[in-house]
């Protein structure tokens, strides 16, 4: 992932100013916010965009002040802001006030590395601000200002903090000679207003809102920016003495920034990368073969360390040094892969540009370096797409990444052309998890065998969790998916077969041992048959506000075979169920054969999404599901 | 925390002066990588990661009047898999301030024969301005599947000889770990080894105007990270020593506790001033404590925890005065603060130097300052500890990583008018299993008939195990915290109807005064299977998910429970008239740890069935926090029989 995602994470932090004292500021607070730990008193970000001569400057002035309330947030003593090359800090200011007005203005900052998101090395900076004298009804004020140097990476402001909010604040000035817009997003209710003002020569647009109250954490939930008000500035356009440039505002425009970094890539040709191809692809008859055999060898073989720094987190390596490091980012596998597939006569495999699931914008809804934060390469084959993302081993070829299913892709045919494509979610058909299983119920205790097959996604998740970990671990984890009945499910053997064949399901025999779980009287055994726990099929908690977030359309397919046991007869099998709604399908029955009740049920998740309008099918479908769950066999000694 | 409290009170090298010692020079200066490094023997083929060879090599050389110390690390890893190339495709060195890398190299040995080195260009470099650590990393270019990566590090290091670990076992196996020490034969050296490590071998001719000691260890498996209930870390097979003695000076017996505490305690005597005295006095003026005199400890620490924050890396504070001020303090004004608060208050303390026993336990058979990394305060007429540095616990808790340890503790005796401190190692006792008790009363009713359970649970959770969840309502806002507690009482009543839970006493001012509670309430009728016309009720689950051991191999390592705890529950239910409970002995289970006569670990859980009453009781305790591994199996009966209770399944018939 790139360096997007970062700029993403970093709202600033900001404010304004009040005549009025602390002690009455702390105590008008407290009467509102008597249970809040902290508040924020105001948070601004003040864009000032000047157009000199044809030249943009671009200021952003942060301000935040933040109240501690109660005694237990004296330990948050600390505050903190980034800096980068294309978002330099230049000055900051922070201080102190505490409940007496009493000010104190030495405080202590650090500067550290701040490597997130898995990226080995980039330019931006984390300061951290230390404020002494902190008590209860302190103000904290911390103040700084960030220079732009790149009109098109402005930041994004959020309407949402952990703490109470009393005013988030937004405010562009800007020379009526620049064209500006903001994008306000997840403001259903409109709680953030917005105005425009003319001065003089500058438009001053403000976007405000008020009591905010905290973010709240619900599980399950798709990324922050799907969910959280924000607003996202583009800058379009500004005049200059020889006419308009445009900077953003339509895809085309992003494309033409986007074209500036890919125009040079690869100019000259690596014979050893030629030589690489001819080997890989010496079995491969056809063009598609040739892809398919060249994005297993970059998956395999190139592993993902990211170097973000300036625009190195935009522009693409070349495919020659990705070669020689065996190691590269989202980018420089895509320019090794399309070099390699060029190379090899396939000239019809494009560099994309696309946003992860973590994205929530189409390029349409937000022309911004934003609406990305990832690349992967796309063939296009006879008018069918094929996405290559070979940041993920684990996919098969025809498969995308598992987190770009429904998004946009760029992709950039030439310097004037590219195609905007949704990538198509994988339907549950493709994502399976098979499992058969027969158990013996032997005294106290049930002893089996079962067989899984997890196919797609189902199977790359897996086997993605399974790369790092050392043999007791890739047991434990193997027992935890098989898991039956209790936690007192004992795994006796597997044998794990295709773990690296790319095309192939997941497959493994299995045997187990489950204690404590049959219920045994006198002449009577009981057994619960569903023997998977199927937590996500819950209902949700009344209060839940948030959509729930599936990243992938998935099947379960369990078939259970229970022999009767020897002496013993069923006194009959529940009835078939089966419930079908726009989110999931399920459908079990059961069947008698001589020796043996086989049970056998579906589970296909529908949708990717569940939204708050449809709380009220999932609980109702879902509660339904659990009394079926609860079914018993009973088994009764044969007089 | 390196050393910290030995390096308030030591000017460390008088030790060492190696006055009419000869100049002399590092012997690997010139280190370079291995002829033929990238043969792999054929036995280690198949590995997925390995180190095939690990060189360490400390050595001491006089130059001028001054000591020196360089390092060489030395590392040839098979890489033979995805997880190794990840664990080995990213190098980070690190390094002190006041020291430097003198070499850095690394190379990648292909299978086809092909070299590639390190190119200067790609090392970054980072400073940690907190602790002024400087680190280099960079990614290794060109690693592949069944290459060596063969890494030479020759550093010139801060001379540190209070005590010096070196761990031989990492998350790779190793077949083979070369280590020297090499010194000036004036200096006499303490060696101990851990866990099956082989004993250092002394060797004076090896080189004519030094010594080396060697320890040489083969095939070493990769740490044991996977037991449950278990302290993982200290059982590496490790390497400690220490310097001894200086021949040439005579000074022997360097890092002494006695010559410690007796500086400690000079350093603090010395450092409290009238003025620092005021200024507490104020601070505790001005919200006047008051209490129970058995209430004193608690106060004090209360008073200043809910004023004035530790922050370890805080440094404006130039006296007292200034802590009371800034409100924060770092661990040497903690350690003033309240020093002069007892004082103040005539509550007599001994300062107590500890380990953190999970990184590495104090080993009174090795004595050095390097077992003084953390810091307790004694208060022996309350037989309790204070905590200074954890704002989120209150005495009688402390840190239970600091306990079931011994420590350094140091009082004051006064002789003819004479003060001066003694020195005792002793044991640091946490809390015993009382204090972290939980008790739940559990009922569930079928009054209203057999298909309609109501359940109410009174849980109440003391020491330990109050105190992980007391903070938890001070650092998230209301509706989070209202989720975290709904899924922790779910954890004591399965995911049920009509839940309701209703915590008590949370929030960080109940610390240590109030224990924390759950008062939960539901319709659980989702425990209730119907069985013809009998019906089967998970009675098990209300009693919440269990820590169990089922699943494992032999085991290797001694169990460790944390600190000592308890539970009592009672577990009362109502039959509707004319039910009884058909399988009542299946609630009945008894196991117990028993190790020279005491039984140290118990799990009892006692059925009746009264009339439609069907009851059960439980008593469950671990009375210490470690377990033998001789007596692991009888301990983990009794650790597994709770996760069995956890399953109890009860059939319900009418008569």
């Known amino acids: ?639 | 925390m390196k050393n910290t409290f030995a390096l308030l009170v030591f000017v460390l090298l008088a030790a060492t002066s190696i006055l009419g010692a000869q100049d002399q020079q590092c012997s690997f200066l010139d280190y370079d990588f291995k002829p033929n490094a990238g043969e792999v023997p054929e036995e280690y083929k198949d590995e997925g990661e390995i180190v095939l060879e690990k060189t360490i090599k400390i050595e001491v050389v006089a130059e001028g009047e001054e000591v020196e110390e360089y390092l060489l690390v030395h590392e040839i890893i098979y890489v033979n898999s995805d997880e190794g190339i990840e664990n080995n495709n990213k190098i980070y060195t690190s390094y002190g301030e006041n020291e430097s890398i003198l070499t850095l190299k690394n190379r990648v040995l292909l299978k086809d024969g092909t070299v590639i080195e390190l190119n200067e260009d790609d090392i970054e470099e980072e400073i940690d301005e907190e602790t002024g650590n400087k680190y280099s990393y960079f990614a290794v270019r060109g690693l592949e599947k069944g290459a060596v990566i063969e890494k030479v590090q020759v550093l010139q290091n801060d001379p540190s000889f209070a005590d010096r670990k070196l761990w031989f076992q990492g998350s790779a196996p190793v077949a083979s770990f070369d280590f020297q020490l090499i010194s000036p034969k004036h200096l006499v050296w303490k060696f101990k080894s851990y866990n099956g490590l082989p004993e250092v071998v002394k060797h004076d001719s090896l080189m004519d105007d030094r010594n080396v000691f060697t320890v040489q260890a083969k095939n070493l498996p990769e740490k044991n990270t996977t037991e449950k209930v278990a302290n993982h870390d200290v059982h590496v097979q490790t390497l400690r020593f220490k310097l001894f003695e200086n021949l040439i000076t005579g000074a022997r017996n360097f890092y002494n506790y006695n010559e410690f505490a007796q500086s400690f305690y000079d350093r603090m005597n010395n450092t409290i001033d009238k003025g620092g005295q005021k200024a507490v006095n104020k601070f505790f003026r001005k919200q006047k404590i008051s209490g129970n005199e058995e209430d004193l400890p608690y106060l004090i620490e209360n008073h200043i925890k809910n004023n004035i924050v530790y922050n370890k890396s805080f440094n404006q504070n130039k006296s007292l005065k200034d802590v009371v001020k800034n409100k924060q303090a770092n661990i040497f004004d903690m350690l003033l603060l309240y020093a002069v608060a007892f004082k103040n208050y005539e509550v007599d303390v001994e300062y107590v130097f500890t380990t953190n026993r999970y990184k590495w336990p104090f080993d009174k058979e090795f004595e050095t300052t390097g077992n003084l990394d953390e810091i307790l305060f004694y208060l022996p007429d309350f037989d309790q500890y204070i905590d200074i540095t954890n704002s989120t616990i209150r005495t009688p808790l402390f840190q239970y990583s600091l306990g079931a340890n011994d420590g350094l503790f140091i009082s004051e005796v006064t002789y003819k008018g004479k003060s001066k401190a003694v020195a005792k190692v002793k044991r640091i006792e946490l809390p015993d299993m009382s204090v972290s008790r939980d008790s739940m009363f559990i009922n569930v009713d079928f009054s209203a008939g057999i298909e309609e359970p109501k359940f109410s649970s009174r849980i109440r959770f003391g020491g330990y195990s109050g105190n992980n969840f007391q903070p938890i309502q001070d650092f998230v806002d209301k509706e989070t915290y209202k989720t975290i507690m709904r899924d922790i009482g779910k954890n004591y009543s399965a995911d049920v109807e009509d839940f309701n839970v209703v915590p008590k006493n949370g929030g960080v001012e109940n610390l240590g005064k109030k224990p924390f509670e759950l008062h939960i309430t539901a319709n659980v009728s989702d425990l209730l299977q119907n069985a013809g016309d009998k019906y089967l009720f998970k009675l098990g689950q209300l009693i919440g998910r269990q820590k169990e051991i089922y699943q494992e191999k032999e085991r290797q390592l001694p169990g460790d429970m944390r600190y000592p705890h308890s539970y009592y529950r009672v577990l009362t239910v109502t039959l509707p008239e004319g039910y009884t409970v058909s399988n009542p002995e299946a609630g009945a289970l008894d196991f117990k740890t028993v190790v020279d006569g005491n039984t140290i670990a118990r799990f009892l859980s006692t059925p009746e069935q009264r009339g439609n009453v069907y009851q059960i009781e439980h008593v469950e305790f671990y009375k210490q926090s470690n377990f033998p591994l001789d007596h692991f199996e009888s301990f983990r009966k009794v650790l597994n029989a709770a996760a069995d209770f956890n399953k109890l399944v009860v059939v319900l018939e009418k008569n």
């Not at chain 1, 104190?104 to 090395?121: C, V």
């Not at chain 1, 809804?365 to 934003?370: A, I, K, M, R, V």
């Not at chain 1, 998004?407 to 905007?420: D, M, R, S, Y």
Request: charged share 25%; aromatic share 12%; proline share 4%.
């Open chain 1, 1 to 639: 992932m790139c360096r997007i995602t970062k700029l993403l994470l970093l709202f600033s932090l900001v404010t304004v100013g009040c005549g009025q004292k602390q002690s009455e500021v702390f105590q008008s607070m407290k009467k509102k916010y008597a249970s809040s730990g902290e508040i924020v008193l105001v948070e601004e970000d003040k864009y000032t965009i000047k157009n000199k001569n044809g030249e943009l400057q671009i200021k952003k002035e942060s301000r935040m002040e933040t109240v501690v309330m109660r005694n237990f947030a004296i330990n948050r003593v600390k505050d903190s802001y980034r800096t980068s090359d294309f978002a330099t800090v230049t000055q900051h200011k922070a201080y102190s006030i505490n409940a007496k007005n009493k000010k104190f203005k030495k405080t202590l900052s650090r500067e550290s590395n701040d490597n997130a998101d898995g990226i080995f090395y980039d330019d931006i900076r984390k300061v951290e601000i230390t404020y002494p004298g902190i008590g209860v009804g302190s103000k904290k004020v911390l103040e700084y200002t960030t220079v732009f140097k790149d009109p098109r990476l402005l930041h994004p402001f959020l309407f949402i903090k952990d703490s109470p909010a009393e005013t988030l604040r937004l405010i562009v000035e800007v020379d009526r000679s620049v064209d500006v817009e903001g994008r306000v997003f997840n403001d259903p209710d409109n709680t953030i207003s917005y105005n425009k003002e003319e001065k003089g020569k500058q438009v001053v647009h403000t976007w405000e809102a008020k009591e905010v109250a905290p973010f709240t954490f619900e599980r399950g939930t798709p990324a922050l920016l799907h969910t959280e008000p924000h607003v996202a500035l583009m800058i379009k356009s500004y005049d200059t003495k020889t006419g308009t440039v445009q900077l953003l505002g339509s895809v085309q425009d992003l494309y033409r920034y986007y074209w500036g970094f890919i125009k040079d890539l690869n100019s000259e040709s690596d014979p050893a990368i030629v030589e690489l191809v001819d080997r890989i692809t010496e079995n491969a008859t056809t063009d598609r073969e040739k892809v398919k055999a060249l994005y297993y060898w970059v998956k395999d073989n190139i592993k993902y360390i990211a170097y973000e720094n300036g625009y190195g987190g935009f522009i693409p390596r070349d495919a020659k040094l990705v070669r020689e490091r065996k190691f590269g980012d989202c980018k420089d596998m895509s320019s090794i892969l399309k070099e390699m597939c060029h190379s090899a006569g396939v000239s019809n495999v494009y560099l994309t540009w696309i946003g992860t699931s973590r994205i929530p914008y189409t390029y349409k809804q937000l022309p911004t370096p934003s609406a990305d934060n990832h690349m992967i390469a796309a063939y296009i084959d006879k008018g069918e797409i094929i996405f290559l993302d070979a940041t993920d081993s684990y996919s098969p070829f025809g498969m995308p990444s598992d987190f770009i299913q429904g998004k946009e892709a760029l992709i950039g045919i030439n310097e004037n052309n590219f195609k905007v494509v949704t990538v198509p979610i994988q339907p549950s058909s493709k994502n399976i998890w098979q499992d058969s299983i027969t158990i013996n119920l032997e005294g106290d205790k049930i002893v089996g065998t079962g067989n899984f097959r997890l196919s797609g996604y189902n199977k790359v998740d897996f086997v993605r969790g399974l790369a790092t970990l050392n043999e007791q671990k890739r047991f434990a984890k193997i027992k935890d998916f098989t898991l039956l009945g209790t936690n007192k499910y004992k795994l006796l053997d597997f044998n794990l077969k295709n773990e690296f064949e790319k095309d192939l399901p997941l497959e493994s025999d299995y045997t187990f041992e489950l204690a404590n779980y049959l219920v045994v009287l006198d002449n009577e055994l009981y057994i619960n048959p569903f023997l998977k726990n199927q937590s996500t099929f819950e209902p949700f908690d009344a209060d839940r506000e948030k959509p729930y977030f599936f990243q992938n359309l998935s099947t379960q397919n369990h078939h259970l075979t229970v022999n009767i046991p020897e002496g013993y007869e069923i006194r009959g099998v529940p009835i078939p169920l089966t419930l079908d709604n726009k989110l999931f399908y399920f459908d079990a029955s059961f069947e008698q054969s001589a020796n043996a009740i086989h049970l056998s049920y579906q589970l296909k998740i529908k949708s990717n999404y569940i939204y708050s309008a449809d709380f009220e099918t999932w609980n109702k479908a879902t509660q339904e599901l659990k009394q079926y769950f609860k079914n018993t066999l009973t088994f009764t000694a044969k007089n």
